[in-house]
């Protein structure tokens, strides 16, 4: 069984949701580490509920961000981690932390990638009148959210939404994909061809 660690900065939907569909006896994977970088982030709570390990690291005092990084990385390697899902969590990261982990962090974003990266992504869609939005499961590089896209589910852009309306019909879509694309990657069913990644066994 492969293990997971998370990394959140938040409320952390996206971590109950792959507690409840990959923390389950017939699972290829487990998450056996929650980590926040902030002391608020809901996510804390949530790993503590679920049994798992849960540790808060602050980035804040901490300039040099390899410095930082070199501090996760050890953690992760002491719970033998196999491989990081990021749940809303707010830091790029870097090389270093990057190479301990190749092609082994995950990423969900509120948008289909390579439209609105980075940060408020729904309030960008709005803004650019787009009919369609939705989520995208990528692996993580050191741009913000130019990894290679794995998995995408769309939803309508209706004409009365706003930014918080538009979100939360995107997250019921992430708490499904999230935790599937997650299986299968576990299972092994990443698959490169021609630089382009996939995840065979996916459907929308």
């Known amino acids: 069984m492969k293990r997971i660690a998370v990394l959140a900065s938040g409320n952390g939907s996206n971590l109950q949701a792959l507690i409840d569909n990959l923390n389950v006896p017939d699972s290829p994977a487990e998450i056996s580490l929650v980590v926040a970088n902030i002391a608020s982030a809901h996510a804390l709570v949530r790993g503590r509920k679920a049994g798992i390990p849960t540790f808060f690291v602050p980035h804040e005092g901490r300039e040099d961000r390899q410095n930082y990084e070199t501090l996760l990385v050890q953690l992760l390697q002491e719970y033998e981690t196999d491989f990081v899902c990021l749940a809303g969590f707010m830091r790029v990261l870097t090389y270093r932390f990057l190479n301990a982990f ?26 650019a009148g787009v009919k369609l939005s939705g989520c995208t499961i990528h692996l993580v590089d050191e741009g913000v959210d130019t990894g290679p896209i794995l998995a995408q589910a769309a ?11 538009l979100s939360a019909r995107i997250q019921t879509v992430e708490h499904r994909l999230y935790p599937q694309a997650v299986r299968l990657f576990a299972e092994g069913r990443l698959r490169n061809k021609d630089k382009l990644f996939f995840l065979d066994g996916w459907s929308p």
Request: overall charge negative.
């Open 155 to 165: 939803v309508p852009v209706l004409e009365n939404d706003n930014a918080d309306t």
């Open 102 to 127: 190749p092609y082994r962090v995950l990423n969900v974003h509120p948008a289909l990638l390579p439209s609105f990266p980075g940060t408020h992504a729904p309030s960008q869609a709005l803004r």
